[in-house]
């Protein structure tokens, strides 16, 4: 089974500045798929930005990008130019390629705090 | 707006009963997944379905179950509830025309409260 730990229960940046939010994952699998996921106090869960793990570039959504190492199955996300709208809890998921299960495994999530 | 609706938006109810829940995924989308969000264990795979039939279980108790009907729309159903069950439910559909594509859009969720 899948795994998905995100080690920062809360994090906290300064307006304007850059915060990078970590996850690691274990899958046997060759072929997967990797999302941040942002709920904010509304509780709706946002899409933020999804890698293809056969892609080598990583994925970039305007402020948004994510350092993905495959060999390591480490799958960071990096906010640049923080806003108070980023705050909010951020959350790592996996997907397989849909050979088995396909519901997402989630991390337990990153509280992301934006200081004014 | 994701596209996906979910009602009700809020449901308090006591223990032992049975409820409900709805869903309705975006134009065109054939998969729906129920997910469960609760304090203790975060957010959970629940189920999913594909096209009317059931594609995946994940962490569904057998006091849950689900099913998709021919306009697609989905209902969880959760009977004997317990205080535990408390939570908020997500339903999220997905495209799934493509092999291997996996993005799903959530819905806004339904908060269950067993008191």
């Known amino acids: 089974a899948q795994t998905v730990t995100q080690s920062q229960p809360e994090m906290s940046v300064q307006e304007a500045e850059t915060v990078t939010l970590s996850c690691t994952y274990d899958?046997?699998?060759?072929?997967?798929?990797l999302f941040w996921y942002k709920q904010p106090p509304s509780r709706q869960m946002i899409l933020v930005i999804r890698?293809?793990?056969?892609?080598?570039q990583n994925a970039t959504e305007n402020r948004f990008s994510v350092n993905f190492q495959k060999a390591a199955k480490s799958f960071s996300l990096k906010i640049s130019d923080s806003q108070l709208g980023d705050a909010a809890m951020y959350f790592c998921?996996?997907?397989?390629?849909?050979?088995?299960?396909?519901?997402?495994?989630f991390g337990k999530g990153t509280h992301l705090i934006i200081q004014p | 707006d994701s596209g996906v609706t979910q009602t009700p938006k809020h449901l308090i109810t006591a223990t032992g009963q049975r409820v409900t829940l709805r869903c309705s995924p975006r134009?065109?989308?054939?998969?729906v997944y129920w997910y469960q969000q609760s304090l203790d264990q975060g957010l959970q795979f629940l189920i999913q379905?594909?096209?009317?039939?059931?594609?995946a279980k994940g962490n569904i108790l057998e006091r849950f179950s689900a099913q998709q009907f021919p306009d697609l729309h989905s209902e969880l159903n959760l009977s004997s509830l317990e205080l535990g069950d408390s939570a908020l439910y997500f339903c999220?559909?997905?495209?799934?025309?493509?092999?291997?594509?996996?993005?799903?859009?959530f819905g806004p969720g339904t908060r269950l409260t067993v008191l």
């Open positions: 999220a559909s997905s495209p799934r025309g493509v092999w291997g594509y996996n993005e799903q859009f």
């Open positions: 899958t046997s699998e060759s072929d997967y798929y």
């Open positions: 890698q293809e793990a056969y892609k080598q």
């Open positions: 998921a996996y997907g397989g390629s849909g050979g088995g299960a396909d519901g997402l495994t």
């Open positions: 134009s065109g989308d054939l998969s």
């Open positions: 379905y594909y096209n009317g039939e059931e594609r």
